[in-house]
């Protein structure tokens, strides 16, 4: 059974940063691809990046490009997201999920963790 269960949210003021964690069983974190999405009250949950199973090859969503950055640790079988300068409208509850594929579009699969929130607030 794929489980994934995220960590490390908070409340951060704007311009921080926070390094949330996706910790993985049942499988192998380099055996699929792996993607962070968040949703904000209100909002639909969107993709925010993915990192492909072969570990190399990374996507994000322009939003947060140059300030988040993807990574994966095989011998954890956790992969990371690092927010730097983080701005209000960052404020989102942040899950992690195996994607079939890491292009543009993330279509993920299976069952959705209890996520991590995280609040950019001042």
């Known amino acids: 059974q794929l489980q994934l269960v995220e960590s490390g949210g908070g409340l951060v003021q704007p311009g921080g940063s926070l390094r949330l964690s996706c910790a993985a069983s049942g499988f192998t974190v380099d055996s699929y691809h792996i993607g962070w999405f968040r949703q904000a009250p209100g909002k639909e949950r969107e993709g925010v990046s993915c990192?492909?199973?072969?570990?190399?090859?990374?996507n994000y969503a322009d939003s947060v490009k140059g300030r988040f950055t993807i990574s994966r640790d095989n011998a954890k079988n956790t992969v990371y997201l690092q927010m730097n300068s983080l701005k209000p409208e960052d404020t989102a509850s942040y899950y992690c999920?195996?994607?079939?594929?890491?292009?543009?579009?993330?279509?993920?699969?299976?069952?959705w963790g209890q996520g991590t929130q995280v609040t950019v607030s001042s």
């Open positions: 990192i492909a199973s072969n570990g190399v090859s990374t």
């Open positions: 999920a195996p994607v079939l594929t890491c292009g543009g579009v993330y279509y993920p699969f299976g069952s």
